[in-house]
DNA sequence: CTGAAAGCGCTTACAG
DNA sequence: CTGAAAGCGCTTACAG
């Protein structure tokens, strides 16, 4: 590979002159650009961005790491949208993105910190949001910028992230449920140890609270994001009889389908029996039969906007600190329809 | 950020000192490599990977391109699996993977060159595979080591890739459809100047020919792997009346839950008056009603192969020439069923 | 086992 | 506008 030094030597120029030619910053006279971009069109040179990265002490490079250990993480829509999102801004503002796999929730951290301490990047977006591993506590310690993709447990006013009002949309789900008559809403949940789960519940709760209802406590089950989890859910829910939600919202789709092929087994119609609302607007809700009612969130636009955020502060030399909401938006389609007390059972 | 001189003066040892008690290969007396950890410890040092990375001229990274511009590819399971095979492989053998994003399919060769050419990484996993675009042709120019996941359009003896047999496939799959009865066969295939197109259509005719049918051409429709793809295709073909397709094959499960969507719409039942075959076996294959007989495509474990041919030819400091095939399924779910003149209308 | 030196390929403050 | 020098933070061949 042919270095700077090789081109100044062909093009009779010291190398910190074909140095500022590459930088297209500094003035150089037009005949020595020239005979510098001929040496080095004839040598195929390319700047070496390592050299570079050392020289000037920035990678313009922002990373992220995946738990690539959890196959589940790869079968939802969160994880291929938050790429996109990220690659989307990193493209237009001149970085790469260096991902990092992740062997447990613990090792997220790890990880983390092993690429932000060898300074392979320049900063971090990061996922993770269990409440039992304080990522964002050990992060704020450093001085390496990141920016969250969903707020921390704890409240850092100092931290930067982006989220959707997740307490906000459930509650405004639920609420649409009640509003057609249903009384008894199951709630499918993710990972309890997420903070996303507690901030739905919680807004579950206030919707039912709102509307003056008792919640039951066998309505409430954890799915863990999986297809699965939502069939489960169903098959210990259904036995409740008098009890048995007339209702479900699920903190996925993959749950939400998962609920509707438990409930399809046990020949309970959706939505004229029972009706079911998902979240996150996954491909696949649109693709089911009946079209899922869901709550969109703008997964691939939360990640723009963190990478936003990040880069700006990254180029700005300062520490991020926006915190902000995206909009979400409830996608009412076929799941969803009236409590009919004369269908219930 | 302490450096390896900041660690050496408060430990009372050369730099180069500290440099061998952090490579762990050389020998090191105990004494010294304590002395060396302490004040590594007390200082917070980190080793620098870009001043290690441009020392031994060893990123310990390899590359990938997507293609950011095209929302679809980001709800089709292909790129998720990729990176998954891609993360677990660099993950255990302790590389990073470095993502750059491409505007168009012309762009992914400038950005796959920039990122080799910078020498960002030390390889570089290439998907684009079209046959308009000569990727492969440029790459094998010049000495940075790449591994393809599909094979180049052209035979090149000398370069490496992981690729289904695609054609072998798709033949299987359409037998089986034969096989059931059917003999007016769809193909709805994804974008035409992409080589797997060309392979499952060649797969295709193999599958009639050796049963002795006459492919129509109108039987023949490419949905550009979006699921919409799949619902125009056979609005355009039930049109044909005595000659409409009794069976579909879709080059993805997307295109396959349009097809099924269109006929549903049409009031034709699925398998008991039309079959429907998909490929790739997506998590949502599983999810639509009926379930999706599809053609198992291991992606993940495609790109964790090249992966592995990347690394393994990195780290032995030569070129990487393994070309090999993975195994597919066919996996006959409920979507497909005999051939039934009584229902066929 | 350890030190001193040179080098990886850039950038940039300092002179002129 | 251009050159010469020092430096970014490591590694490693060479001595001892």
Same mark, same amino acid.
């Given at each position: 590979m042919?270095?700077?030094?090789?081109?100044?030597?062909?093009?009779?120029?010291?190398?910190s002159t074909v140095s500022?030619?590459?930088?297209?910053?500094?003035?150089?006279?037009?005949?020595?650009r020239?005979?510098?971009?001929?040496?080095?069109?004839?040598?195929n040179?390319?700047?070496?961005?390592i050299?570079?990265?050392?020289?000037?002490? #920035?990678?313009?490079?922002?990373?992220i790491?995946?738990?690539?250990?959890?196959? +589940?993480?790869?079968?939802?829509?969160?994880?291929?949208?938050?790429?996109?999102?990220l690659?989307?801004?990193?493209?237009?503002?001149?970085?790469?993105?260096l991902?990092?796999?992740?062997n447990?929730?613990?090792?997220?951290?790890?990880?983390?910190?092993?690429i932000?301490?060898s300074?392979?990047a320049?900063g971090?977006?990061?996922?993770?949001?269990?409440?039992?591993?304080?990522?964002?506590?050990?992060?704020r310690?450093?001085?390496?910028?990141?920016?969250?993709?969903? #707020?921390?447990? @704890?409240?850092?006013?100092?931290?930067?992230?982006?989220?959707?009002?997740?307490?906000?949309?459930?509650?405004?789900?639920v *609420?649409?449920?009640?509003?057609?008559?249903?009384?008894?809403?199951?709630?499918?949940?993710?990972?309890p140890e997420v903070?996303?789960?507690?901030e739905?519940?919680?807004?579950y709760?206030? @919707?039912?609270?709102?509307?003056?209802?008792?919640?039951c406590?066998?309505?409430i089950?954890?799915?863990?994001?999986?297809?699965?989890?939502?069939y489960?859910?169903?098959?210990?829910m259904?036995?409740?009889?008098?009890?048995?939600?007339? *209702?479900?919202?699920? *903190?996925?789709d993959?749950?939400a389908?998962?609920?509707? #092929?438990?409930?399809?087994?046990?020949?309970? *119609?959706?939505?004229?029996?029972?009706?079911?609302i998902?979240?996150?607007? @996954?491909?696949?809700?649109?693709?089911?039969?009946?079209?899922?009612?869901?709550?969109h969130?703008?997964?691939?636009?939360?990640?723009?906007?963190?990478?936003?955020?990040?880069?700006?502060?990254?180029?700005?030399?300062e520490?991020p600190?926006?915190?902000?909401?995206?909009?979400?938006?409830?996608?009412i389609?076929?799941?969803? +329809?009236?409590?009919?007390?004369? #269908?219930?059972?």
């Amino acid at each position: 590979m042919a270095t700077i030094r090789d081109v100044a030597a062909r093009a009779g120029v010291n190398p910190s002159t074909v140095s500022r030619a590459f930088s297209g910053q500094a003035k150089i006279s037009e005949d020595t650009r020239q005979r510098i971009f001929v040496a080095a069109e004839a040598l195929n040179f390319h700047p070496n961005a390592i050299a570079r990265s050392l020289s000037v002490r #920035r990678t313009q490079t922002i990373a992220i790491v995946i738990p690539h250990i959890f196959p +589940g993480f790869f079968e939802d829509s969160f994880f291929p949208q938050v790429i996109r999102g990220l690659l989307e801004v990193a493209y237009q503002r001149g970085f790469r993105v260096l991902v990092g796999g992740s062997n447990s929730h613990e090792d997220n951290i790890t990880q983390t910190f092993q690429i932000l301490g060898s300074q392979q990047a320049d900063g971090i977006v990061v996922l993770s949001n269990r409440l039992d591993v304080d990522t964002v506590g050990a992060l704020r310690k450093q001085k390496m910028p990141f920016v969250l993709v969903g #707020r921390p447990p @704890a409240h850092y006013a100092d931290v930067s992230w982006v989220d959707a009002d997740n307490e906000r949309y459930t509650q405004m789900a639920v *609420a649409y449920l009640i509003q057609q008559g249903h009384q008894r809403i199951a709630f499918v949940g993710g990972d309890p140890e997420v903070a996303v789960t507690r901030e739905r519940l919680k807004g579950y709760q206030a @919707a039912l609270d709102a509307a003056g209802i008792r919640a039951c406590p066998e309505w409430i089950d954890y799915g863990y994001f999986a297809e699965a989890g939502g069939y489960t859910a169903v098959q210990r829910m259904a036995r409740l009889d008098k009890m048995a939600p007339t *209702a479900y919202y699920a *903190a996925n789709d993959l749950m939400a389908i998962g609920v509707m #092929r438990a409930l399809r087994t046990l020949q309970i *119609a959706v939505p004229d029996q029972v009706s079911v609302i998902g979240t996150n607007n @996954a491909p696949e809700s649109l693709h089911v039969v009946p079209a899922l009612t869901t709550v969109h969130v703008p997964y691939a636009d939360m990640a723009a906007l963190a990478a936003e955020i990040l880069i700006t502060a990254i180029t700005n030399d300062e520490r991020p600190i926006a915190q902000r909401y995206v909009d979400c938006e409830l996608l009412i389609r076929d799941s969803t +329809g009236p409590y009919r007390p004369d #269908r219930a059972e």
